[in-house]
């Protein structure tokens, strides 16, 4: 297992949560996704899976989701 964490620009609300937390758990071998939401601030996501995760992977998922991966 695998514990990644991604900082997440744009989030203010759980529905914004839910997005990021969808797109993310359809990338194949994601197991865990948490976010710790700061309203109108950057986001911490941590993604546990099965193997190191692609970053360009995630940039997408999070950009499907509306919403930008910092860094």
Not at 5 to 15: D, E, P, Q, R, S
């Amino acid at each position: 297992m695998t514990t990644s964490t991604f900082t997440v620009a744009g989030m203010t609300c759980g529905h914004c949560v839910a997005a990021v937390t969808t797109e993310l758990s359809a990338i194949p071998g994601v197991g865990e996704v948490t976010v710790a939401l700061v309203p109108g601030e950057e986001s911490t996501v941590t993604v546990v899976s099965d193997a190191p995760l692609d970053l360009d992977a995630v940039r997408a998922a999070v950009d499907e989701a509306g919403y930008d991966l910092v860094g």
